[in-house]
């Protein structure tokens, strides 16, 4: 379950940026959207959704961003550029193009992330010096690099490492790490490298490869982060690819029927030049069942049938393992009734019983309603036209008392267009035209 996550120095945000998934204090109502963890004898609180308005380049896409990076390089274990670059997010791998662009003066990169899991509370700061904008010339270092455990210390490192005194981890870390940590102490920091991650590194090797193999599944398996949903696409792997091979998933089968589809059906076909699994509409013989044709989906189906099809799969994941899906622009071309349904599955405590969280960015208005959201599930990103620099605030930072306080009853969509709460742009393309009507006038034409 994530808590929280925060970053400074990436894209359009240059100072503190934290996104919270803790409950905002006196927020009453859709109380079924908390999700409770048990940690020690604590009670640990999350939400378990969120979504993130604001006009277009305001900085939405860089908080998803943001997280895609930091995942990415958590599971790579340094912060050198990837060689192999499978997803349309450049900056997870070209790590030149992160800093913010308008500074002169290097400054760090610096990610936070807070989630549960299995019982344990995991805090992760990441600090890094990777040059200014689009330069992959300077010698790229870890600034600071900080693991907590149960809000412990275990490990703090700088230029050097130092290790708590592991009374919170202690039944996380061999007895061996325990009883030699002067010995792995003077190990750690002779073997330590100024790209590499001591988490995915030499933490895992000296001091509790059980702990770092529950951080790094975490981020593998359960912190499902989609940046540009529009380049979703799903592999499937088959027994036998030099076979053409239609694999239909009954599950997600079923969902399409109920979403819309053209066909019979849809399914993965192998294809036995490459092996590699196509979207395909299925279409049947109704005499003859035996008899199946199969053409590509994006050839009779819609875009938005695609996307779902694509999409629904990690929803099922997130609620069955109790994941953490991160969506930017959910929404595009579904139609919002099929969303709400979705968002509705995430809220019931009869189905999400893993605690699956569901948050994503969107430009529909339709989610800004207090019997949908909380107020402290509602997110926006507002970037300054003059500094160009982004901000992140909930609904709930503008409390409920005085002017522009915000109550459960108000009209959250109608408040918002009126730019009550910020995050909208007033766009008015009209000049434009009549400045070039205008001018084929005055040319006679």
């Known amino acids: 379950m994530l808590l929280a996550f925060s970053v400074e120095n990436y894209k359009s945000f240059l100072g503190n940026a934290q996104f919270s998934m803790i409950p905002a204090p ?3 109502g859709l109380d079924y959207s908390i999700l409770k963890e048990k940690v020690g004898k604590k ?3 999350g939400l378990c959704s969120a979504v993130i308005y604001g006009p277009n380049a305001s900085g939405k896409t860089n908080i998803i961003g943001a997280m895609d990076v930091l995942r990415s390089i958590v599971l790579r274990g340094n912060i050198r550029n990837a060689e ?3 997803s349309p997010n450049k900056a997870a791998y070209n790590l030149e193009l992160i800093p913010n662009n308008l500074i002169d003066k290097i400054k760090p990169v ?3 992330i807070s989630f549960v899991e299995k019982g344990i509370k995991f805090d992760y700061e990441l600090s890094v010096l990777l040059g200014l904008f689009l330069d992959d010339t300077t010698q790229r270092s870890i600034n600071s690099e900080i693991l907590s455990i149960n809000d412990e210390i275990v490990f703090e490192r700088t230029n050097m490492v130092k290790f708590g005194d592991f009374k919170k981890a202690k039944e996380y870390i061999s007895t061996q790490a325990i009883d030699n940590v002067d010995t792995i102490n003077l190990v750690a ?3 330590l490298s100024k790209d590499e991650l001591f988490l995915s590194n030499g933490f895992k090797l000296l001091i509790s490869q059980s702990l770092s193999k529950l951080i790094i599944d975490w ?8 940046y540009r ?4 696409q799903l592999i499937r792997r088959f027994s036998d690819p030099q076979k053409k091979t239609i694999y239909v998933e009954k599950t997600i089968n079923e969902a399409a029927k109920v979403f819309g589809i053209n066909s019979n059906s849809v399914a993965y076909v192998a294809n036995g030049d490459d092996g590699e699994a196509r979207l395909c509409s299925i279409f049947e013989d109704k005499n003859d069942k035996s008899n199946v044709k199969a053409v590509l989906a994006e050839v009779f189906e819609s875009f938005g049938t695609i996307r779902f099809v694509n999409m629904f799969p990690l929803v099922l994941r997130a609620i069955a393992t109790g994941g953490t899906l991160v969506v930017d622009e959910f929404d595009a071309s579904i139609h919002p009734m099929a969303l ?4 509705s599955i995430f809220h019931n405590d009869d189905i999400n019983k893993k605690h699956a969280q569901l948050i994503f960015n969107t430009h529909n208005p339709i989610f800004l309603n207090s019997n949908i959201f909380r107020r402290d599930e509602i997110k926006f990103v507002e970037k300054d036209d003059v500094s160009l620099l982004s901000e992140i605030y909930s609904l709930s930072d503008f409390g409920t008392a005085g002017e522009n306080g915000v109550r459960k009853g108000d009209d959250y969509m109608k408040n918002y267009f009126v730019s009550q709460y910020g995050a909208i742009k007033n766009i008015d393309f009209s000049p434009i035209f009549e400045n070039v009507f205008s001018k084929e006038e005055n040319n006679g034409e």
């Open 340 to 343: 709400m349904s979705i968002i």
């Open 189 to 191: 920091n002779q073997s």
């Open 229 to 232: 949903a529009d380049a979703i």
């Open 43 to 45: 009670n640990v609180k």
């Open 219 to 226: 981020f593998t398996e359960k912190f499902m982060v989609i």
């Open 26 to 28: 006196k927020q009453h």
């Open 110 to 112: 610096t990610f936070r």
């Open 84 to 86: 192999e670059q499978n």
